[in-house]
């Protein structure tokens, strides 16, 4: 398989294994990935978001895709770039906006920022800033079902950079000859920070073309498409639930911001950003919902929802205040402070 | 009570904790088939089977980084790095992961896990695979890192640090593992950041730790027998947590303090126990501290010049002489 599967061949249609209530579902999920990242960029503008960010913008169908497929349970282990992941967990957007503001009504209280966003509640496992670090970890926590005989899936997020690092290979080899049940996700967005990808890689497709190292099928799909992702989330999560091992899953994708808040993305070259705007996954799923004969006042209800539960968010974070100084040595060690002597 | 070795009371720790709590496992290269390549792992796969005794690829990040998966989800790990010169191919668990989650997370993310490593110079393999690294783990927060001299620790260190909730770097040290001990019978089970006095005397203290220990102990009975000083040695154990109140109180004992350690000069742990007795027991002291470390260099391979590098009972016994001559 060279092409991706598309929408049109999977034929959705509004009664369809996927049917109108999920889908509805899926698309507020990328509505309001979208608007709180929109809003953490409006917040860095004024100088409210602190330290760095790296946006999922134009890549919410995965997030959304990957999360909505999961079970209560399932974990996820993200990247730096992790914000939409978390919030598709159904973490509030209060508690991701009031860690990237560093405020103490953030997730982690300020200890972690942006780049580390974690809820243990909701099956987050973290948000891992060394590149690669989590493809190993996300094999552990799958050792531990496949050892105590739980049913639930570890899944792994990362872009297309994360493939030319040792780690990454460690880990698919691990994770195939222990056959855990574990998913690794692949977002391929064309850059690994500012350099385009194929400059700095063997194959074109950096994960699907690794695949068959390691004994796995060649998964390609096109990541902007919510239906798409979940479909293959939900076939991945069974094999891994059955026993059947891990799977790799390369996303194409395009993040519509640079690789961090620093980034303009003046590499690009002309036009591409305009060519992949009209493939904006929330964009191309919007059409999908009104194809399929719902309601523009159901869809409008979920955006008015999601933009005012984004607003709320947004003030209660403006006004919450900041870390205590006592939390500055608290949680080092399990006794929950920092002492290394008597 | 019985005789061991330093290698099977390895092993026999290991099976104690196994034994005991079934969400113990143990992963590593050449671990269960083989036994290890330092045989200190034999017979664990045969007592507690494939499921819970792991071979693995040899892949550093991978074994650190899964067990670090099992233990934030549930598992109590127990991972091997053969030699701890590879902690250098596997440091960003060591460093950036293991010991900085909990703070990061606010307190939500746990990592009960024990990295066990050979650890340490004498067995002629030249400057990758005999380095004493202890040094490299000490300065992260959040990790805890111990080093035990004798098979009774061995068991009752190992553990106290599988059943700790922190993650607890554990360094054997290759070449103690054909060395014997008393062990006495039944569960030994110990407690992290607890020095040992393990030769009392009046007129100086001689930190050490791990392979620096014994030796300590032999320089020691020469400078009693040969010169009549009678030192207090004091086998460390426990570099995090750091048991300072047994060490500040042997100085304030015997008023001079020397440190012998394996680990190349600069930053070595020693100097870091210095800068604690001249910051609160510099009244007591008769005179500097001195350390006793291997220089700063790349350890050579030729028995003959390993020799010369690390610290040796004549050596120790001719420093503290002339210090306290002096």
């Known amino acids: ?342 | 009570m019985a005789e061991l070795t330093y290698r099977d009371a390895v092993a026999r720790g290991i099976a104690q904790e196994m034994a005991r709590d079934p969400d113990v496992v143990f992963l590593g290269e050449d671990v269960a088939k083989a036994g290890g390549v330092f045989k200190a792992t034999v017979g664990l796969l045969e007592q507690f089977g494939p499921i819970r005794v792991r071979d693995t690829p040899i892949s550093e990040q991978a074994i650190l980084g899964a067990a670090m998966g099992a233990a934030m989800t549930g598992l109590k790990p127990i991972a091997e790095i053969m030699f701890s010169d590879f902690f250098a191919v596997c440091f960003d668990y060591i460093a950036n992961e293991f010991g900085k989650s909990r703070y990061m997370t606010n307190g939500q993310v746990k990592c009960p896990l024990v990295v066990r490593t050979g650890n340490g110079a004498g067995s002629r393999f030249g400057a990758q695979h005999s380095q004493s690294v202890e040094n490299w783990c000490m300065m992260i927060p959040g990790l805890k890192v111990v080093a035990p001299s004798t098979p009774r620790d061995v068991i009752g260190l190992l553990a106290a640090a599988v059943r700790d909730p922190d993650p607890v770097i554990f360094f054997e040290h290759k070449s103690l593992y054909p060395t014997k001990g008393e062990v006495p019978d039944g569960e030994i089970v110990d407690s992290l950041g607890s020095a040992r006095i393990v030769r009392p005397g009046r007129d100086a203290t001689i930190l050490a730790l791990a392979l620096m220990v014994p030796r300590a102990i032999a320089a020691a009975d020469r400078l009693n027998a040969e010169h009549g000083i009678d030192c207090e040695v004091v086998d460390v154990r426990s570099l995090v947590p750091l048991d300072t109140q047994t060490i500040l109180g042997s100085v304030a004992r015997t008023h001079r303090l020397f440190t012998v350690e394996e680990n190349p000069r600069l930053c070595g742990w020693g100097a870091e126990i210095v800068s604690i007795v001249a910051d609160e027991a510099f009244y007591d002291l008769d005179g500097p501290p001195v350390r006793i470390t291997t220089p700063h260099i790349p350890l050579p391979a030729a028995d003959i010049l390993e020799d010369l590098a690390l610290p040796n009972a004549e050596r120790i016994v001719e420093r503290v002489r002339r210090s306290l001559a002096s």
């Open chain 1, 1 to 342: 398989m060279n092409k991706p599967t598309t929408a049109a061949e999977t034929r959705p249609g509004i009664n369809d294994d996927i049917g109108e209530a999920l889908r509805l579902r899926l698309y507020g999920i990328q509505f309001e990935l979208r608007e709180a990242e929109q809003r953490a960029f409006d917040l860095f503008l004024q100088n409210l978001v602190k330290g760095t960010s790296h946006l999922s913008l134009g890549q919410e169908a995965v997030a959304a895709g990957f999360a909505a497929a999961m079970r209560p349970g399932d974990l996820s282990f993200c990247t730096y770039r992790g914000h939409a992941h978390t919030l598709a967990r159904g973490v509030p957007v209060e508690q991701v906006l009031g860690e990237l503001m560093q405020r103490d009504n953030g997730l982690m209280r300020g200890k972690g920022g942006s780049m580390h966003l974690t809820s243990v509640d909701h099956g987050v496992m973290g948000s891992y800033a060394i590149i690669g670090a989590h493809l190993p970890i996300a094999c552990g926590a799958a050792w531990r079902a496949q050892y105590k005989g739980q049913k639930d899936v570890s899944v792994c997020f990362f872009g297309d950079g994360t493939t030319n690092i040792g780690a990454f290979h460690e880990a698919l080899n691990f994770a195939a000859v222990w056959k855990l049940p574990v998913v690794f996700v692949c977002e391929n967005n064309l850059y690994m920070e500012y350099t385009p990808i194929g400059d700095v890689t063997a194959v074109a497709h950096p994960a699907a073309d690794r695949a068959a190292a390691y004994g796995l099928e060649r998964i390609m799909i096109d990541g902007n498409d919510a239906d798409v992702v979940y479909r293959a989330a939900a076939r991945a999560y069974e094999k891994a639930r059955a026993g059947q091992g891990p799977s790799l899953i390369e996303c194409l994708t395009y993040r519509h911001s640079g690789h961090s808040r620093a980034d303009p993305a003046k590499y690009r070259p002309e036009g591409e950003l305009e060519k992949w705007k009209e493939r904006d996954p929330i964009k191309i799923y919007r059409q999908r919902l009104v194809q399929f004969g719902i309601a523009e006042d159901a869809i409008i209800k979920i955006e008015a929802d999601v933009k005012r539960r984004v607003d709320e968010a947004t003030e209660k974070c403006k006004v919450a205040p900041m870390p205590p100084p006592d939390i500055l040595t608290t949680d080092v060690y399990a006794n929950g402070g920092f002492a290394w002597r008597n």
